[in-house]
């Protein structure tokens, strides 16, 4: 397929997706919570800036499951597959082919710390999504990484608009040590949300708790609900 017809084809698809999910993201905690918990200057999703229970932290620690893999550009792939009318693998070359798109958001790990104002660049799910084209039996992901890391997500949280495939964070290559070469993030979800290192995201017809919700961890981590494990 060439590149304009690839592209128009994305943004028609993009269009369909958004408004097919429209409803559903404006009706979610982290768009629409009439209390939220939480303190500061209100952000960018009406929310306050720091959600209950956070701290805001200058540096940017590194949490892992104890092994950070090492993947040469030339050897990465992205497959997107599961409940899909196109699955694909894709190649570094291909992913970097993609719409390419920059935003700033915070970075709220469950641990307590918050990153506010982080600068990222990387191509959005619903860029993906749209060229994968997921069925109308398609509810949920479950993302994947190089280190076996597993993590769930809504489609109505997957594909809202600051959520990213980064390669890129200020301006400089993604470090291996904060998932390099490519990362999900998940600004208005607790940060395990995204999978580091990511190579697999799997469209699915039913939820599928991964690697921390299979282990108490909340199945839908809204910060401002201090939203941080199971009720189960």
């Known amino acids: 397929m060439e590149e304009p017809e690839k592209l128009n084809r994305i943004i028609e698809t993009r269009m369909k997706l958004k408004a097919r999910f429209e409803e ?3 009706l979610t905690p982290s768009t629409a919570d009439d209390t ?9 999703h009406g929310m306050p800036e720091i959600p209950i229970g956070q701290t805001a932290t200058i540096k940017w620690p590194v949490l892992d499951l104890g092994y950070q893999p ?15 009318e196109n699955p694909i693998r894709m190649t570094w070359k291909e992913f970097m082919a993609m719409p390419q798109t920059k ?5 709220h790990c469950v641990t307590t710390w918050s990153k506010l104002n982080m600068h990222w660049k990387g191509v959005s799910l619903l860029d993906l999504a749209a060229l994968v084209q997921p069925k109308e039996t398609a509810t949920h992901i ?18 809202k608009p600051d959520v990213l495939l980064v390669h890129a964070f200020e ?6 040590e904060h998932g390099g070469p490519v990362r999900m993030v998940t600004p208005q979800l607790y940060a395990w949300k995204g999978s580091k290192w990511i190579k697999r995201i799997q469209f699915l017809t039913a939820d599928k708790p ?11 981590a809204y910060p401002w609900r201090n939203d941080r494990y199971s009720e189960e």
Request: net charge negative; charged share 30%.
């Open 171 to 176: 301006g400089q290559p993604l470090a291996k």
């Open 36 to 44: 939220p918990k939480g303190s500061g200057k209100i952000n960018r």
């Open 210 to 220: 991964g690697f921390w919700e299979e282990r108490g961890y909340s199945n839908t």
């Open 142 to 159: 479950l993302c994947y990484g190089y280190d076996t890391y597993t993590t769930n997500l809504s489609l109505e949280e997957a594909l």
């Open 103 to 107: 935003d700033t958001s915070d970075f």
């Open 24 to 26: 559903k993201m404006k």
């Open 70 to 84: 090492n993947i040469p550009l030339e050897r990465w792939r992205l497959t997107l597959d599961g409940e899909v």
